[in-house]
């Protein structure tokens, strides 16, 4: 587990000097990064609001590739003496992988941070921090979140904000909801893969210092037009009061919008649950447009029965119906074992030997012999695909597989204790898109192997196969 190092900004008098500064860091932190914290974390005077619950949670990318998630505090009175709170924040620096673990969504990293009493103010100020280690991670949606945020502000508010936040180089919102759960809904309703783009500060004032994406907006008017005379700076008041016209929603955002009126934030999670690879922002609204026809097309079907699948848009059939090899990536020749890549074509073409079962214009004919048949159910016909439990072991499983692949020995080891026991509990059926799209990373990763200088990366091919044969095994 990669560990999380950990920073204190505030006030102080160090034998480095006196005033804002580091005044606590574990050693793991980068240098340049501490740079950086030094120019986001909030000094004097930064709080937006100063009542008695007063915090900021605050999300932003870093040099090294790390993230930042903190807590910005009021912690006592100025040691200067010339007066105001004392600005205290506490960072906790997050690898990519770690926050993934957390569906990459700074709010889940917090509370189980805040959860472990680890965000607690320190007095006196240590001179030194340990590494500490999260354990746990969360589901891809919040879906209580969201149903009360369809409640207030509303779907239409919730598009709104969606859309506006994705259009904006910096967004000012407020609203009913306080802006720390308006913010988190926004997160809540993106990809996984578009959320770490959205850096935040839910209770600081805004400064060009600090180029946070998303921030809080002032309810003293006076300060809200101060606000909107700074290029790039968008506002959004879901309160109504002196907002601008609501943006025009595309696809992604209209998409939210029906998916919170209607309630199915369960199918969202599935859809969510699903990995997409090289979802550029500019596909969002295509793939909203695709989401909102199928959720139109399952609204008149038992929530309990699994909708067909329905291959990608890249897919082939041939006469027969049955999946062609073309929709898949060519294996590349990377200079590992020949046996290997025949294994690897052998797990393609029993993957394609299955996958006619699935389709529609064969549902009907397959009907009635199996009733002929009495043969029982399976578990993907008795299973509700939507709920929470069978979700969660479908993201365990993701999170599994993706590691596993990448080269991380440990779920490599827990992947082997769980995949049968998942085979059994949720069934062949049920699996069938999750192994289709570990069939096609793994590929794409052994594509991946051959770069263009002409280094061919083995190992890499070997660990993607490995997956393969304990997924794929008796087929």
């Not at 598009?159 to 926004?186: N, S």
């Not at 073309?326 to 046996?339: K, L, T, V």
């Not at 999750?434 to 083995?458: F, H, I, M, N, T």
Request: net charge negative.
């Amino acid at each position: 587990m990669t560990p999380v190092e950990q920073v204190i900004y505030t006030s102080a008098v160090t034998e480095r000097g006196a005033g804002y500064q580091i005044v606590a860091r574990s050693p793991g932190l980068h240098e340049e990064d501490a740079r950086e914290l030094a120019v986001w974390c909030p000094s004097h005077d930064s709080f937006l609001d100063l009542g008695p619950e007063a915090a900021s949670h605050n999300f932003h990318p870093l040099p090294s590739g790390s993230y930042c998630i903190s807590r910005t505090v009021p912690a006592g009175w100025e040691y200067s003496g010339r007066g105001g709170v004392r600005v205290y924040t506490h960072c906790l620096i997050a690898a990519p992988e770690t926050l993934l673990r957390f569906a990459n969504n700074p709010f889940a990293l917090l509370k189980a941070a805040l959860a472990g009493g680890m965000l607690e103010i320190r007095d006196p100020l240590p001179g030194r921090l340990e590494p500490i280690a999260l354990v746990g991670g969360a589901t891809m949606v919040d879906q209580n979140l969201l149903i009360e945020l369809s409640n207030q502000p509303g779907p239409q508010a919730i598009a709104a904000l969606v859309q506006a936040a994705r259009d904006a180089v910096c967004l000012a919102v407020a609203g009913p909801a306080p802006t720390e759960k308006l913010i988190a809904g926004l997160i809540n309703c993106l990809p996984l893969t578009h959320r770490t783009e959205f850096s935040f500060a839910t209770g600081l004032k805004f400064s060009p210092r600090r180029p946070f994406r998303l921030v809080a907006l002032p309810s003293d008017p006076a300060e809200r037009r101060w606000l909107e005379h700074h290029n790039n700076v968008s506002t959004l008041d879901l309160d109504g009061r002196t907002s601008p016209a609501s943006p025009s929603l595309d696809g992604w955002s209209r998409f939210i919008e029906r998916l919170l009126s209607t309630g199915r934030t369960a199918f969202f999670s599935t859809q969510m649950s699903k990995r997409r690879f090289n979802l550029a922002p500019e596909d969002l609204p295509v793939l909203g447009l695709q989401l909102l026809e199928d959720l139109d097309a399952t609204a008149l079907q038992n929530q309990c029965t699994r909708r067909e699948y329905r291959p990608e848009t890249d897919a082939s059939e041939n006469s027969d119906g049955e999946r062609s090899a073309n929709e898949f990536p060519r294996i590349a020749s990377i200079g590992a074992d020949a046996a290997d890549a025949e294994k690897l074509a052998a797990f393609k073409a029993a993957f394609l030997q299955h996958a006619h079962a699935a389709h529609r214009r064969f549902e009907n004919s397959e009907a009635e012999p199996a009733k002929a048949k009495g043969a029982h159910s399976g578990p993907a016909q008795t299973l509700d695909p939507e709920s929470p439990a069978i979700l969660e072991k479908l993201e365990l499983l993701d999170d599994l597989v993706y590691e596993s692949i990448g080269g991380n020995a440990r779920a490599m080891r827990q992947l082997q204790t769980v995949w049968p026991t998942l085979q059994k509990e949720l069934g062949a059926r049920l699996l069938f898109e999750s192994r289709e799209q570990y069939l096609r990373y793994a590929l794409s990763v052994w594509e991946d192997c051959v770069e263009k200088d002409g280094r061919r990366e083995p190992t890499r091919a070997v660990q993607a196969l490995d997956v393969l044969c304990l997924l794929f095994e008796g087929e």
